[in-house]
């Protein structure tokens, strides 16, 4: 896991985040993970309530996660896209590092 973060702190932006989607692991493996995520300084995004009872909860829910972030998080994660599209069109497959 280390060696994964470090290579994505090489190869991101300085001023982008990583952000996990933790899902149901068993306690244990969940404590463990989620210390030393954070020990990495990595954002933990919790799964997914265990159960909607309609549309109007999903709805609910994701405003208030969309509400949550501030505008620079959409704004930096959104605006790159365009450029970042143009580097996969022009390496036709092949790997890229950023």
């Known amino acids: 896991m280390e060696k994964a973060f470090q290579a994505y702190r ?3 932006p300085k001023n982008s985040s990583l952000l996990m989607v933790h899902d149901n692991a068993k306690p244990l ?6 210390q030393k995520l954070q ?12 159960k909607f009872h309609d ?9 208030d996660v969309f ?3 501030p505008p620079e ?17 022009y390496t036709i497959g092949e790997y890229i590092t950023h």
């Open 10 to 12: 090489l190869n991101c």
């Open 29 to 34: 493996t969940f404590l463990k993970t989620r």
């Open 39 to 50: 020990m990495l300084g990595v954002k933990i995004f919790c799964h997914l309530p265990q």
């Open 55 to 63: 549309r109007k909860d999903v709805k609910k829910w994701l405003d």
């Open 67 to 69: 509400a949550s972030r």
């Open 73 to 89: 998080y959409y704004a930096n994660g959104i605006g790159p896209l365009p450029s970042r599209w143009q580097v996969v069109m």
